[in-house]
Structures are given as C-alpha cells and as structure tokens.
C-alpha cells in the first residue's frame, strides 16, 4: 500500500525566513510520481510540481524547491524568503504510474505553514 | 481555459436530507475523481472515473454515498439520507488520460455542513 507523511503538522515562521517541508513516502512501485500541491485559505488545491522516480534531479522555480532523494523516499520542498502569501496548507502525494491506471493520488496530511512579519 | 467547476460552493442541510454535488470536469479530461476532505481524515479518494465509467468506488464511504457521471462534462455526488458526519469539503479533480503528467486539476471544492 502507498503512503505518504509529513510529520511536520504546522510551522510558523517570520517572513524571509527559509523553510523546509518534509514529505516521506512509502510505496512497492518501483515506478511512481511524487506531487506538491498548495491549500491557500480560500480552499483550493494548487498544483505546484509533479516529480517522476526515477528523475531525481532537484528543482527550482523561483523560490521554491524541491530535493527529491530516493534512497530515503523523502521528497522535500523548500520556501526560500519566505513571504505571507506562502501561508497555506501545503500536501504532499504519492501515485502509481503503471500503464492502464488511473494515477490514484494518495495524499499526506498536510503541513500548515503560517508566515508572520 | 475553464477549470474544474463545481456547484454548490456551500451547502448546509439537515441530517436526514438528500444533497447532491455537482462536478464539472476540464473538457477533453478522461479522468474525474471525488475526493473527501476532513480534519480527522484529511484528502481521502471516494470514486473515480474513466471515460464516464466508475472504476473504483472502493473509498465511498457506505451506501448513503452514490456516484455518477451520465457524459464527460458532469458528474454528481449525492448523499442519501445526509449524516453530521457527511461534513466536509468535496472537492472534484480531473485529469488527461493516462500517459499524460499525471497532475489532477482540482476544483473549488464544495463544503458541505450537515446539522
């Protein structure tokens, strides 16, 4: 069975600060997708990035990141100067990719951020 | 492009009364899912879809819970009879067919709040 954690439940930080969100994953695929995506206050989910097993390049898009490391099955996003906007609930997910599935996502449980000035 | 729409956005009901979500999936989407979110159990996957037919309903919750989706551009989730512990947010998703990135695009999601 797939699984995915994020042990960190909240974290709050002064803004500019950098912040890292732990994602540790389990799954018997050897073939799988890894996804970020955001919960603002509004309530929508936002997809932020979607990472393949076995591309385990690292990923910048401004300033967010993310170190995908398969020897430990973490997946880990990072907020670089951190600003209040970046305050949402981010998720973790997990999903199989072989051919004539559906892609299922399985989701963590979330990590509230909360950035403060 | 429109996205993922759903109706309503809030509904509140009483225990005992039917209630009927609606989805809207991305035209030219395969793929719709209904995913169930709650403090106590976070995102959890109810039902999905492949080219209008249920392939797996193995996480809707009890027979009060149905599904359908008569053509590719909407789909419902109905309860019946409502429960308090039907309160949550329903969010719809869908996706391209498979092959694709694989990233759901999700809707608004619609809270429901049974009394």
């Known amino acids: 069975a797939q699984k995915v954690t994020q042990a960190q439940t909240e974290i709050s930080v002064v803004e500019k600060e950098d912040v890292t969100l732990d994602c540790v994953y389990e799954?018997?695929?050897?073939?799988?997708?890894l996804f970020w995506y955001k919960q603002p206050p509004s309530g929508e989910l936002v997809f932020l990035i979607r990472?393949?097993?076995?591309?385990?390049q690292n990923e910048i898009s401004g300033r967010y990141s993310w170190n995908f490391q398969k020897s430990t099955s973490s997946f880990n996003f990072t907020i670089t100067a951190s600003q209040v906007v970046d305050s949402a609930v981010y998720f973790c997910?997990?999903?199989?990719?072989?051919?004539?599935?559906?892609?299922?996502?399985?989701f963590g449980t979330g990590t509230r951020l909360q950035v403060t000035l | 492009d429109a996205g993922v729409i759903q109706s309503p956005r809030h509904e509140v009901t009483e225990m005992g009364q039917e209630v009927t979500l609606r989805c809207k999936p991305i035209?030219?989407?395969?793929?719709l899912f209904w995913y169930r979110q709650t403090m106590m159990r976070g995102l959890e996957l109810l039902i999905y879809?492949?080219?209008?037919?249920?392939?797996?309903d193995s996480g809707m919750p009890e027979d009060r819970f149905s599904a359908k989706m008569p053509n590719a551009s909407f789909s419902t989730l109905k309860i019946q009879p409502s429960e308090p512990r039907d309160s949550a947010v329903y969010f719809c998703?869908?996706?391209?067919?498979?092959?694709?990135?694989?990233?759901?695009?999700f809707g608004e999601g619609s809270r429901l709040t049974v009394l």
């Open positions: 998703a869908s996706r391209r067919r498979q092959g694709d990135t694989g990233e759901l695009f």
């Open positions: 799954t018997r695929d050897t073939t799988y997708y």
């Open positions: 990472r393949n097993s076995f591309d385990e």
């Open positions: 997910a997990l999903s199989e990719a072989r051919p004539g599935t559906a892609s299922k996502l399985t």
């Open positions: 035209s030219g989407h395969d793929y």
């Open positions: 879809f492949n080219n209008n037919v249920p392939i797996d």
